[in-house]
């Protein structure tokens, strides 16, 4: 302090860009675990994760990335859908001309839309493959059980945020996608009816099913899916991590772990006297802490494992790097070279043959044409029951943390099956069916 | 380490892609097309200010918005035709030419200047030339992607446009269509085109079925008050043509039409597009009460006495023989009214022109809403032509009257086969022909089918004539030796009494074994109907129904019509009692006496429709 | 010891080398990018075509303004004004708060706070701070005066017809 007071005007000018960085980021880069842990610990958007993760959370093979890049896909879809609001009307007479606007007028706005439009897609597949990756390893068992129930949610939520933005270009694919979307959620008894119309605003897509969708779609669920995540993020830490076989917990016989060997000690510490660490920090990398104790709960396996966590400075950061930059790279890839459709202005009198409706619901549409109310809602229904139901069925806690572990054979084959009948229907809808629901050869 | 790798080579990506969508940004055609501009224009500026002036501009999107059309017209057009509007650029190399100015769009000219009758700045381009006012690429601008609805007008075509019409598509006259939105008055001398068009409108019947708002009424096919907003050219020329090409399930004729007709055709029905610009709703509706007026008007000159010179007259003017033939006039699509006179009687000719289906239940005869007097001078007229061919011979009778319908090598394809339903026999099928005897046939003959567009031969042919044309067609098509006909054995009469019972019994088989072909209101048109030739029999056809014997009912049934698709039940476990039951059923659907409609109300035929369905009460009818 | 040590040294310099390499490479990436998305947002948020009224216009011909004319194109908010063979336009928004000005005998007077303009333009009363400003006209090759918006000229700058 007195050092300070003594330094010149001219010398704290010459420090001024140095002292705007150290107030901003405390931590210079990090050389100790104590750096490692408290760079972790003090900067606002790296405290969301641990500060020592599991070797076997960074394992590529194992996660492939699939959460984050759901969650990247999002952000990007936030920035860019925000961006395109800049220029886009919901009104029926003007969405489509704003349209043509940013193909051809607006800078970058054509790019924007196929970022935005791509991203969506990528969206609603990375979310889906997500989920295939938690089932498959085995990852919903307890104690993630209401982690799992979240992340049916957000697919849920994903899709109808993809849905509803599907009908703001406001051309005949989009008119027509979302009339039949729409019909097939009329198919639900007793509410069907009464959803459509309070979704549409009217008995017909037009003006009112515009806004409407146009408020779900930039305010309602963005917001709703932010708090999910939120939660989602926040519950993986609570719930102990990602998962991971039981052999990695297991105690080695021959080394014992001794009880003051603690993984996030360090930070708790930084966290109630910064000044007294920062001055024990040159004899700090051999030192041990213990846990305040304060937390309860499945995560403090303190003590009686063994250390296999890695810092997350910058283990897990770098790894989140790359999987954000692999996610941007590839959207701005197919941005590149793949323009967004964008079909003739809506034409109310003239559906197009055959009217499709967004490819992550031609499943149902396919299911819908063999019966209205067990492809349109019934099997979906039961499905999406299910899939809330699963970690509360399923509860024997083996074979977690591995791919298509031998002891959940049963459980794999049939949430497989269930996966490739809805893949296989969702190709015939696509690519199989013409003019008329006919079956049709796409070569 | 692989991770660090991994890092840097993918934020290169990054980086490159970011470069590329940077830089693709700039160096926009319009801007070097604008740059071009500038320095022409330089070279040809006569004083300093005007030099300096251009200096100063730089590269931007110009753009005319235009309101007064209805709607708002954004044409950026102007950003590459920069010079469409500087007389100095006369002749020039497109996109740097100026619009050539035209006494014919009324452009005048005043002390060796020019002036523009359509300001661009109150016009815009698009409002006579389509195409897509807000692009900036000719792609999109010019309206050639497949997925704009206005393409330039007679400049353009689209990729998926048919290969054989792409040419016929483009040239200027086109644009006819969109001058017609404003300058609606009949012959205007910049709308020639769609002045023919309409005249086509009428000689060629169109509007006997098609409705286009103050011009005509038809009901029988699609609205086209508003063609000319839904659907582009190729469409319109394409389905004139061929009017199965986008609908495999129109019923529209394919008429005789040459290309220019129907490129007049084309630009008319392209410039109906609802409301024109020059139109307000007010003065549509004025309009409106004018026709009427007229109307009322001129009822009273419609019903001068009847007499057959205003009928051959009237059947010149409202087009007849745009399907009909008569004498050498021919449409190729209906049938020969040359002899009409003689076939039928005045009776059936006022009822049928008062509504077709009456007398023949499947026409595709539109109800023409003429006034009865207008129906008798033709009926008279018709009537005056009562003279008998003069043909002798079996061929010469048969080339005469039948091939018109049953083709000329009797396969039942002649000219209008398509439009008759039901269709003609295809005499060549002797399966069927060496099946039924020959009184059949000469009863057919002689008497005609009732409820078909068979005639009665009776009148213009003797006996020995109709044996002649038959012994031609059995001899010439048949080919096949006659043998014995196999008479299987039914009884004479239904043996089994019709009371609710029996047509009840009668209905559960007919909906558990008929339907696929025959269809659930029994008319003939089941899902299996339009794969079958010929088609399954009709069997509301009243007319027809009631003229069959119970005899041929049961064979027909029991042991099936050979040559058709029609099975013989009898193999499938039906008895002579289930037929009893099925023929009260559909005796009954027939069993109300078709009333001679007096009244040209096609919901009077519906009413009777309903009526007659007997099965309302059951559940399975519904 | 310290000679079968020193490889060892050296591949961690090495290693060392390529690391920093590869991380300034990474960050040259990022830090491009970053900059040109920074450009790109900058540029797209600036509108390239106005959906209002274009700045640069044309009037019509010469003659539609006969000598002493004096008019007020409201939804243009330029006074189009002729004096014998030269013309010249003046921009009617007021430079006090943008209200459109009024065409008065004496000049211009503003309806909102009552500031008045000679008929050049110049402030003579009210708390308009300057005078209305005069913008380029000039004659176009299709004979039609232009007016543009974007270039204001000295008062009392006329174009000859």
Request: glycine share 8%.
């Amino acid at each position: 302090m007195s050092n300070q007071t003594a330094t010149s005007p001219w010398k704290s000018l010459v420090q001024l860009p140095e002292n705007i960085w150290r107030s901003i980021f405390r931590n210079p880069l990090p050389s100790s675990d104590l750096g490692r842990a408290s760079t972790s610990f003090t900067n606002f958007f790296l405290h969301l994760h641990p500060v020592k993760v599991h070797r076997n959370s960074l394992r590529a093979a194992f996660t492939l990335g699939l959460g984050l890049i759901s969650f990247f896909l999002f952000m990007i879809l936030v920035v860019t859908g925000i961006l395109l609001m800049f220029y886009y009307v919901p009104s029926t007479t003007q969405a489509y001309d704003r349209m043509l606007d940013l193909r051809g007028t607006v800078a970058f706005g054509i790019f924007l839309r196929n970022m935005h439009r791509w991203s969506a897609h990528g969206m609603v597949a990375a979310v889906f493959l997500h989920m295939c990756r938690v089932f498959l390893t085995g990852s919903y068992k307890p104690p993630r059980e209401f982690n799992w129930v979240l992340g049916v949610f957000l697919l849920l939520i994903t899709l109808f945020l993809s849905f509803t933005g599907y009908l703001l270009p406001w051309d005949q694919l989009a008119f027509w996608a979302i009339t039949v979307g729409t019909s097939i959620a009329s198919y639900a008894p007793l509410i069907g009816k009464e959803v459509k119309f309070i979704l549409l605003g009217d008995s017909t897509v037009g003006q009112e099913a515009l806004l409407r969708f146009y408020v779900l779609h930039v305010a309602v669920l963005p917001a709703l899916l932010s708090l999910l995540v939120a939660i989602h993020f926040w519950r993986i830490r609570k719930d102990g991590g990602l998962s991971r076989p039981e052999e990695e917990d297991a105690l080695p016989a021959e080394a014992p772990m001794t009880s003051v060997e603690v993984v996030q000690g360090p930070a708790v510490v930084m966290a109630t006297s910064p000044a007294a660490a920062a001055a024990a920090a040159p004899v700090l990398q051999k030192r041990q802490y213990g846990i305040q104790g304060l937390v309860r709960g499945p995560f403090t396996k303190v003590g009686n494992v063994p250390d296999r966590s890695v810092f997350a400075w910058p283990n897990l950061f770098m790894a989140e790097l790359v999987v954000f930059l692999i996610t941007v790279a590839g959207v701005l890839l197919v941005s590149l070279f793949f323009n967004a459709p964008l079909e003739e202005p809506v034409n109310v009198m003239h559906p197009p043959n055959p009217a499709k409706a967004p490819w992550y619901f031609l499943g149902l549409q396919e299911q819908v044409s063999y019966s209205a109310f067990w492809g349109g809602v019934g099997i979906p229904g039961i499905e999406v029951l299910l899939l809330l139901l699963v970690p509360y069925i399923d509860r024997k806690v083996t074979g977690v943390g591995r791919w298509f572990a031998r002891e959940r054979l049963l459980a794999n084959f049939l949430f497989l099956t269930f996966v490739i009948t809805n893949v296989i229907l969702i190709i015939i809808g696509t690519f199989f069916r013409g003019p008329n629901w006919e079956f049709i050869s796409p070569w | 380490m692989s991770t660090r790798v991994t890092l840097a080579v993918v934020s290169f990506v990054v980086l490159i892609v970011h470069g590329i969508v940077f830089y693709d940004q700039f160096f926009n055609r319009w801007e070097k097309h604008q740059t071009a501009y500038f320095e022409q224009a330089r070279s040809l500026a006569k004083t300093d200010a005007e030099r300096h002036a251009l200096d100063e501009r730089s590269p931007r999107i110009e753009q005319i918005i235009v309101t007064q059309f209805g709607g708002s017209h954004v044409d950026r057009c102007t950003t590459c035709h920069i010079a469409s509007d500087d007389p100095r650029f006369q002749g020039h190399a497109e996109p740097l030419t100026s619009h050539p100015y035209s006494a014919a769009l009324g452009d005048v000219q005043n002390n060796g200047r020019w002036e523009r009758r359509h300001k661009f700045t109150d016009f815009g381009c698009t409002i006579c030339h389509d195409g897509q006012g807000r692009g900036l690429e000719v792609f999109d601008a010019h309206g050639a992607d497949v997925f704009w609805p206005s393409p330039m007008l007679g400049y353009v075509t689209q990729a998926n446009w048919h290969a054989e019409y792409k040419p016929k598509l483009t040239g200027k006259e086109y644009m006819q269509a969109n001058c017609a939105q404003c300058h609606t008055e009949e012959n205007f001398p910049g709308t020639a085109l769609v002045q023919r068009g309409r005249q086509l409108f009428f000689e060629k019947a169109c509007y006997g079925c098609h409705r286009i708002e103050g011009l005509s009424t038809g009901t029988l096919g699609p609205d086209l008050s508003d063609v000319g907003k839904k659907f582009k050219i190729n469409y319109l020329w394409e389905h004139t043509v061929n009017p199965r090409a986008f609908q495999p399930t129109s019923f529209m004729p394919k008429f005789d039409l040459s290309d220019d007709e129907i490129k007049a055709l084309t630009v008319f029905l392209k410039s109906r597009r609802g409301i024109n610009f020059a139109e307000t709703s007010l003065g549509q509706y004025r309009a409106r009460l004018q026709q009427a007026k007229v109307e009322e008007t001129s009822k009273p000159m419609a019903s001068a006495a009847p007499s057959p010179a205003r009928g051959e007259q009237l059947m010149g003017e409202r087009s007849c023989t745009a399907c009909h033939r008569l004498g050498d006039k021919d449409g190729h699509i209906a049938p020969d009214l040359s002899y009409e006179g003689l076939i039928r009687d005045e009776d059936w000719m006022m009822a049928h022109f008062r509504e077709p289906k009456s007398k023949i239940p499947d026409s595709i005869m539109p109800v023409f809403g003429f006034a009865d007097p207008d129906f008798r001078s033709i009926s008279a007229y018709l009537k005056t032509r009562s003279a008998s061919p003069a043909l002798k011979t079996g061929e010469e009778i048969y080339k005469g009257l039948c091939s018109r319908c049953h083709g000329e090598k009797g396969d039942g394809k002649g000219v209008t086969y398509l439009y008759l339903d039901p269709a003609p026999r295809d005499l060549t099928k002797a399966a069927f022909m060496n099946s039924k005897t020959e009184d059949r046939f000469l009863q057919s003959l002689k008497s005609g089918v009732p409820g078909t567009s068979m005639p009665p031969w009776e009148r213009l042919l003797t006996e020995d004539q109709r044996r002649a044309v038959l012994a031609y067609v059995f001899q010439t098509f048949v080919k096949e030796p006659r043998g014995q006909i196999k008479e299987h054995k039914v009884p004479e009469q239904n043996p089994i009494a019709s009371n609710a019972d029996s047509i009840h019994r009668g209905e559960d088989i007919f909906l558990q074994r008929c339907t696929g072909c025959h269809g659930r209101k029994a008319d003939g048109k089941g899902p299996n109907s339009l794969d079958i030739s010929p088609r399954p029999r009709n069997l509301r056809n009243s007319f027809f129904i009631n003229n069959v014997p119970d005899k041929r009912l049961f064979d027909s049934i029991l042991y099936g019509v050979q040559g058709t698709a029609m099975p013989s039940w009898i193999d499938y476990g039906l008895t002579q009692n289930d037929v009893g039951d099925l023929i009260n059923f559909v005796r009954s659907l027939n069993s109300q006496k078709v009333s001679p409609p007096s009244e040209k109300s096609p919901t009077l035929t519906s009413q009777a429709v309903k009526q007659e369905v007997p099965c309302q009460s059951n559940a399975k009818c519904k | 010891m310290k000679t079968p040590a020193k490889p060892a040294i050296e591949e961690t310099g090495d290693a060392m080398t390529r690391r920093r390499a590869l991380s300034w490479l990474s960050g040259f990436g990022l830090f491009g990018s970053a900059i040109i998305t920074v450009f790109s947002n900058l540029i797209f948020i600036k509108p390239r075509a106005t959906y209002g009224q274009p700045n640069r216009f044309s009037i019509g011909r010469p003659d539609d303004f006969p000598s002493g004319a004096r008019v007020s194109l409201d939804e243009r908010r330029v006074c189009i004004v002729r004096e014998g063979d030269k013309i010249a336009a003046i921009s009617t928004t007021c430079t006090h708060l943008g209200c459109i000005v009024a065409v008065a005998e004496t000049g211009f007077s503003c309806p909102c706070h009552g500031s008045h303009y000679d008929q050049d333009g110049n402030v003579t009363g009210g708390p308009a701070p300057k005078a209305l400003p005069w913008f380029q006209v000039s004659l176009a090759p299709n004979g039609e005066v232009e007016v543009d918006k974007d270039t204001e000229i000295e008062a009392g700058s006329y174009l000859r017809v």
